[in-house]
């Protein structure tokens, strides 16, 4: 199937990034139809067409993929410009702000919004989109740097380090399942608190209550899933692309997908996907060792080559995608690493860019 990515990344010419690409077709068709909704004619609301369209290429080139911009540039040219009154800025500091530096996103800049008139449901959207569009544009990168990495050598093995030592439990750390708490960060259960008015279960709408009963077993009391349900198709769509990255079988194993995404939360500074992701680690790892080391400094984490090289590629890719190539999967190629397992880190990484800025923009984190 050819998609956005696919055509942005010229993967004619990398039979071996479109081969890995194939395998993960649910991740390509739930992205897909993100952007075909975010970015449709029409949509309920007051957001026009023309603004987010101008909202996609702006998060786009702030991320420094150009070829993402391009894409939303070249449609965007073809309709009217957005009017560039007092509503229209607030929108495009905002969308400025949560693309650059998601976690400076605090709740006063998103008040901002419906203090310039947007209601509710348009924020939501707005804030829906500005995630995608930093999701996908990592997406480009990622799958770029494997395009341009090019295939694995036929027969080659990993490089071979010293053999691992059998596992010892840090006697500084508490055992996996007690509380990790180091830096501001925490293994700990948290929740989490809308800054904007949320649905009501008792009052929604049809759409609403099975996109609420499909998106997840608590869903009717989670204020996150709550205020995204103010947009039910985005929120259904949403939850496609996550569950086709996070749970897809095969590829790289569920616990390094946690990995990864526990270290791009860590970089952009948002606690509670921290929380979440570094519990699932241990849940599946059995240990909490790199957890630590990722919230003490993510840049030197990893308790091998293999552990080492998923961080850094992790990092990489959140800080600056515009710089991202494949410099930077080339230590995964060499710990041994796959082309899927490859694009299973890039997804994953990319993926958080989305669900960090949707935590870190629409609440906060609450501790027990």
């Given at each position: 199937?050819?998609?956005?990515?696919?055509?942005?990344?010229?993967?004619?010419?990398?039979?071996?990034?479109?081969?890995?690409?194939?395998?993960?077709?649910?991740?390509?068709?739930?992205?897909?139809?993100?952007?075909?909704?975010?970015?449709?004619?029409?949509?309920?609301?007051?957001?026009?067409?023309?603004?987010?369209?101008?909202?996609?290429?702006?998060?786009?080139?702030?991320?420094?993929?150009?070829?993402?911009?391009?894409?939303?540039?070249?449609?965007?040219?073809?309709?009217?410009?957005?009017?560039?009154?007092?509503?229209?800025?607030?929108?495009?500091?905002?969308?400025?702000?949560?693309?650059?530096?998601?976690?400076?996103a605090d709740r006063a800049a998103l008040l901002a919004l419906p203090g310039a008139g947007l209601p509710t449901p348009d924020v939501v959207l707005l804030a829906q989109l500005i995630g995608f569009v930093a999701y996908q544009a990592r997406l480009v990168a990622g799958v770029a740097a494997l395009a341009a990495l090019g295939p694995a050598t036929q027969g080659a093995a990993p490089a071979q380090g010293e053999p691992d030592a059998p596992f010892v439990h840090p006697a500084n750390l508490p055992p996996p399942g007690e509380p990790l708490r180091l830096n501001g960060y925490t293994s700990e259960t948290l929740d989490w608190k809308a800054w904007l008015p949320v649905v009501d279960p008792a009052t929604a709408s049809a759409e609403q209550n099975v996109v609420l009963d499909a998106s997840h077993p608590k869903a009717r009391t989670s204020d996150f899933y709550l205020v995204l349900a103010h947009q039910p198709r985005v929120l259904a769509e949403r939850s496609q692309a996550f569950n086709a990255i996070m749970y897809a079988p095969g590829g790289l194993p569920r616990a390094e997908r946690e990995l990864a995404t526990t270290v791009v939360s860590r970089i952009n500074g948002c606690v509670y996907c921290a929380s979440v992701h570094a519990q699932r680690f241990e849940q599946l790892a059995k240990r909490n060792d790199v957890i630590a080391q990722v919230f003490t400094d993510p840049d030197g984490a990893g308790t091998g080559a293999r552990e080492r090289a998923i961080v850094q590629a992790s990092a990489a890719l959140t800080r600056a995608p515009g710089g991202f190539g494949p410099q930077h999967l080339a230590p995964l190629r060499a710990a041994g690493l796959g082309d899927l397992e490859l694009l299973d880190t890039v997804h994953a990484a990319a993926l958080f860019a989305w669900a960090n800025r949707l935590m870190l923009n629409l609440g906060e984190a609450v501790h027990p």
């Open positions: 199937m050819t998609d956005t990515i696919d055509r942005l990344t010229h993967l004619d010419n990398a039979p071996h990034a479109q081969a890995a690409r194939q395998q993960r077709a649910k991740a390509i068709a739930a992205t897909q139809a993100c952007e075909d909704l975010l970015l449709a004619p029409v949509l309920p609301g007051g957001l026009p067409l023309p603004e987010r369209l101008a909202v996609a290429q702006a998060v786009a080139a702030a991320s420094g993929v150009a070829a993402l911009a391009t894409h939303y540039g070249a449609q965007l040219a073809r309709l009217p410009a957005p009017v560039q009154d007092v509503r229209w800025q607030v929108i495009t500091r905002f969308a400025h702000l949560l693309a650059t530096e998601p976690a400076s």
